[in-house]
């Protein structure tokens, strides 16, 4: 695969007598977040990981990185939190992986989804502005914003049609970066990532969600599983390939926006084919339909044109969906064990 994308801005190696590169990653102890880390470390860089201040700590993603990783605590709701932080690191980059993600809780949950999701990017640039304008700023997008989709596939100028309250929040975020982009000269740029799994993956998102109850089956401990709408469509891909792509956004002359996707749609109903066939089961004899896991407003199908992607940041995806579904039923699998 070629290596333009890293060309365009060289790093300075541990060693050479130049300060490490220093990234913060908000959303550190989330899938990506995790994967980013593990990336940047392993590209030389020190890593400071954003925390939100919790009764309890959820590190288990990032628990074999935490002798290398500083974590500190700040608040996507807490302007002069952030500020500290961007001040305080002085960092080259920051990536914005923090959010309210999962989109059937923003029905439920709108307006906090729209104060982290949505005015939380506002806070987190401000803080940049302020404190360090100099670092350059990724800000985590979404294929949700396409929504009802007006061409396929989705391409960076397809015009947004969110379907959601996650989706309308993930518009605003992006525009956001664009306005402070075009208004302060500052080098923001955001990826608009279509869905993108791991073994990592949360258990409410319908991936994890499948290759589980695969696990449990298989293991004698379910006998069924219920979702919704099994035609919806989507463009999956591994969410360790697509850090990649986050970082060498980061790294262009010119901060640009890019889809990232594998170009591949595939349904509910396919997932569901592959991860029971993997463990040696037949799908149809578990699935159940359940109306409340229907959305309020679906959207039916999405696609990615990651054609930009792939010219000007020599990105493209190596795991395929068959791969990606394998890896996630194993690693339930095993832990089910």
């Known amino acids: 695969m070629s290596e333009s994308g890293a060309a365009k801005r060289p790093k300075p190696k541990p060693g050479t007598g130049k300060r490490q590169p220093r990234a913060v990653i908000t959303g550190v102890t989330g899938q990506d977040g995790s994967y980013l880390a593990e990336l940047l470390l392993e590209k030389g860089y020190e890593v400071i990981g954003v925390v939100r201040r919790t009764s309890h700590d959820s590190y288990e993603r990032i628990g074999h990185l935490l002798d290398r990783v500083q974590v500190v605590a700040a608040d996507l709701l807490d302007q002069h939190s952030l500020t500290t932080v961007i001040r305080d690191a002085q960092p080259d980059e920051v990536y914005n992986l923090a959010a309210q993600s999962f989109v059937p809780t923003s029905w439920t949950q709108p307006v906090l989804t729209g104060e982290f ?88 998102f319908v991936t994890r969600k499948v290759t589980d109850a695969v696990a449990r089956i298989k293991r004698g401990k379910a006998t069924e599983l219920r979702l919704g709408n099994l035609d919806a469509g989507r463009d999956w891909g591994f969410a360790g390939d697509y850090v990649d792509a986050m970082w060498r956004m980061l790294q262009q002359d010119e901060p640009r926006d890019y889809v990232i996707g594998t170009g591949e749609t595939h349904t509910v109903r396919e997932l569901c084919q592959v991860a029971f066939a993997h463990a040696g089961l037949d799908w149809q004899q578990y699935v159940q339909l359940d109306p409340r896991f229907v959305r309020p407003a679906e959207v039916d199908v999405l696609l990615a044109d990651a054609s930009q992607a792939r010219r000007a940041l020599g990105w493209a995806p190596h795991v395929t969906f068959e791969q990606l579904v394998k890896m996630m039923v194993d690693a339930d699998l095993t832990r089910h064990a």
């Open 117 to 204: 999701t949505a005015l939380g990017v506002t806070r987190l640039l401000e803080a940049i502005r302020l404190a360090h304008p100099t670092a350059r700023f990724y800000q985590a997008s979404s294929s949700e914003m396409f929504g009802k989709a007006l061409e396929t596939p989705q391409r960076e100028s397809t015009p947004f049609y969110p379907r959601s309250p996650y989706g309308v929040a993930k518009v605003y975020g992006h525009w956001i970066t664009v306005n402070y982009r075009e208004s302060y000269g500052m080098f923001a740029v955001s990826g608009i990532l279509f869905n993108h799994e791991s073994p990592r993956r949360g258990l409410e």
